[in-house]
Every structure is written in C-alpha cells, then in structure tokens.
C-alpha cells in the first residue's frame, strides 16, 4: 500500500477525478484534519465548456487547463496521484489502480465525470469524434483544418465538395457552439486564406434526432438559437437520427450526406464508476445516490458530478454541468466534515444558476428560468460566466485576451495541424 505523508491514523479521503466536483471537494477540506489523495489519469484540470473552442483554433490547449499539482501545490494535506483505477473494495475500503497500487480511504468520493456515447455504435467513433478531452479538441482541429487544405489541392469537384462539408451531430450546447464555430472559421477567419477554394462555400450540418435544438432551454431560446445559426449559413435538421456514421459521411433513414468531418455531439455516459462500485448504473451509467449523495448501503462513498444519478426533484436527476458538480464537491467536503465531527449534514439540495449557450460571435442564449437573455447581452454574460469558472488568474487573462483579438481582428489564432495529414478512410 502506498505510504502516509501525515501521522498514522489521520482520516484518509481518496477523491477520483480532478475535474470540478473532484477539485472542489480537494479544496473544501484544505483546512480539515484528513489526509487527502487525489486520483486523476491526467495530470492537469480541464474546462471542458471550452473544449470547442479549442477544436476551432481560438484557444490552445494550455488556456482551459492547469496542472492538478500546482492548483493545489499549498494545500499540505494533500497528495496527488497519476494513476487509472480499475476497481473499488469497498468491503476493505481499498481503490485499485491498474498498476497494482491500492490506495486506502476512510471516505471516498468518485468524481470521474463522463464521455461520449455512440449508443451502441461504438464502430462510429472513428469516424465521427467527441469532445471530452485535450485529445479529442486537437484530433478534430487537425481534421477540420486539414479538410480545407485538401480541398484546396483536390481536382475532383464531388470530393472537394466532400471535404468542405461538415457535420454535426447532436443539437446540446457542445453541438450548436461547434456548428457556429466553425462556421465562423470558414466565412470570417480562412475566407482570404486560401486562392484555389473559398472557404466561405462549405457547409456546415448540425443534426439533432428530436424536435428541437437545445431541448434542455426554453423553447423561445431554442427557436433563437436555431433562427440564428440559419443566418449564419448552418444547415439545421431536426427530427433526423443519424443512422449511420463513416470514412464517407453519415446517413439519416436512406439520405445520405458526403462529408469528410463529423463531430460527435449527440450524447453522454458516465465513467465505469458503477462497475467499480458493484452497483447498477442507470441508462446512461451514471450511479444512484441518495439526498447525501452516497450510497444506499454505503455512507462514506460519495458520487458527484456527471458520474452522480442525483435527484433535483422529483422528476429531474441533476444536470452534468459545472455549477452542479462544484455545488456537489463541496456538499461531499461538508459532509465528510460533519462526520468527523459526529454529525450528519442536512440532505444535499442543488440550487439551479441556468443555463448558457453561445451561437457564435455576438451571440448567445442565456435560461435563469423565468428569466431570458438572447443576443449580444446574453453573449457578454456568457463569456463572462465562462472566464470566472476558468482556473487560476493566468487561463482568464489569456482566454479574454484571446477573444478580445478574435473579436477586433476576426482571426483565430491557433491554427495548427498537428499529428498525421491524414483524414480517416
């Protein structure tokens, strides 16, 4: 077993996951009397809400994410580890790294958030990536950009017309930044970039199997949104599942579109957490807790964030968002700390602060419930909701920075193909 840095005997509490409810519970118990462990198979913290925004070349990877270690380099009660865990004892209170490590734990809390599901097409991934991770933002970087530098060498009319088609899929939040980003990417950032193709003729597909884009938003907001994304040339196709995904394009019940980018935006499943824990996850894999947010027959586990079935009310489970998984680590923290203390916190209640969408430049949609913002209005408090929930002084300098220039300027300024040239066959 690894070894204590504080006195024997002093509460141990092993924390999976660095992201937000995993580093906010960290930081909760700072001042606490227990020795904390931090498990991440990263090093580094990411604002995922950003990600896309990364994958258009506006930001560089180092501006949404900061190192674990640094973040919490003065909290002394706490070591962080580089590790992926396989499985949780709970009967011995031991967590099981896949290099033959076992960390002990008095209280636990599994904060490993979420990726994209294919629903059962698990074979489509390839073909049409999501967008979880630093990986996953410069993987379809590479792809958009060098969609337009073939196109610009390709001779045959059809495969060019292919190459500067984009798709996609999923109507949320992550799908309708993505389809203005990059629309914005082809019609304003390359349009003089290039002088055998124009960039401003590609087209950009965002499809969404049911009625409406954004369905989690009011429908005045949604119908917004979508009203906004048609003027700025994106092609909107409710109501069309995706039944097919590959090298070629995708499918939707016999049309098919020739396209050489798709993004997967369509949906979520928890980490393996359930499975680690020997319990039943819901249909997206999330794991049940109760109203303290642990499980039924264990009280010093607890789930929070995307990887939690969490309920708001009686017919809402808690969404997987920012806000929610930082109000959800720091109920774990106040928990852990009432125990220590024999007590018991009052049951974990989550306090709605709405929700956020950008459409693209000058645009955004903003749900407080009875309240709307739509426009340009709502595009300044989107912005800045986002740089305040960014980590450490130096990522929200240079984010706004960043958006600053590319407002002014109408460039986006990390337009880098790295990796392969190739585009998926």
């Known amino acids: ?3 204590s840095p504080l006195a024997p005997g002093t509460p141990k509490v092993v924390i999976l996951g660095a992201g937000f409810g995993g580093l906010t519970a960290a930081r ?5 009397d227990v020795e904390i462990t931090l498990i991440d198979r990263q090093n580094y913290h990411l604002f995922q809400p950003l990600l896309y925004q990364v994958a258009t070349a506006t930001l560089s990877p180092a501006d949404i994410a900061v190192p674990v270690r640094s973040t919490l380099r003065d909290q002394k009660n706490t ?4 590790g992926e865990v396989v499985h949780v004892d709970r009967a011995r209170r031991l967590v ?3 290099d033959g490590r076992h960390v002990p734990y008095d209280w636990l809390v599994v904060a490993t958030g979420a990726r994209h599901a294919y629903f059962g097409h698990d074979e489509w991934e390839p073909f049409a990536p999501g967008l979880k991770k630093i990986d996953d933002a410069t993987e379809i970087r590479r792809r958009v950009l060098l969609a337009f530098e073939k196109a610009e060498t390709e001779p045959d009319e059809e495969a060019r017309k292919a190459l500067l088609t984009f798709v996609i899929v999923g109507g949320g939040p992550t799908g309708v930044e993505m389809a203005g980003a990059i629309i914005e990417l082809a019609r304003k950032t390359l349009v003089s970039d290039f002088h055998h193709i124009d ?3 590609a087209r950009v597909l ?3 199997a049911g009625p409406r884009i954004l369905p989690a938003f009011a429908e005045d907001l949604s119908a917004f949104a979508q009203a906004s994304l048609v003027r700025k040339g994106v092609e909107v ?3 069309e599942p995706v039944t097919e995904c590959g090298a070629g394009g995708v499918a939707m019940d016999g049309t098919r579109i020739a396209a050489r980018t798709i993004v997967w935006a369509a949906g979520v499943e928890a980490s393996p957490a359930a499975k680690w824990l020997g319990v039943e996850g819901d249909r997206a894999g999330r794991v049940p807790v109760n109203e303290r947010l642990t499980l039924d027959d264990d009280e010093r586990v607890f789930v929070v964030g995307d990887t939690a079935a969490a309920k708001w009310d009686e017919d809402r489970i808690v969404p997987g968002i920012a806000p929610a998984a930082k109000q959800m680590g720091a109920y774990a923290a106040k928990a852990i700390r009432a125990a220590l203390k024999g007590e018991t916190a009052a049951p ?7 929700n956020l969408a950008t459409i693209g430049r000058k645009s955004a949609i903003v749900d407080f419930g009875r309240f709307h913002l739509k426009g340009f209005l709502a595009w300044l408090v989107w912005g800045a909701a986002h740089i305040y929930f960014l980590i450490g002084f130096r990522n929200r300098l240079i984010v706004m920075l960043h958006w600053i220039w590319a407002y002014v300027t109408m460039r986006q300024g990390v337009r880098l193909i790295t990796g392969s040239t190739d585009l998926p066959e």
């Open 28 to 32: 909760s118990l700072k001042n606490t």
């Open 79 to 82: 070591r962080v580890l580089l």
């Open 237 to 239: 196709m409710c109501g």
């Open 206 to 208: 965002l499809i969404e």
């Open 1 to 3: 077993m690894d070894g």
């Open 199 to 201: 960039p401003s003729s």
């Open 348 to 354: 974990f209640r989550y306090w709605h602060q709405g």
């Open 96 to 98: 099981d790294l896949s």
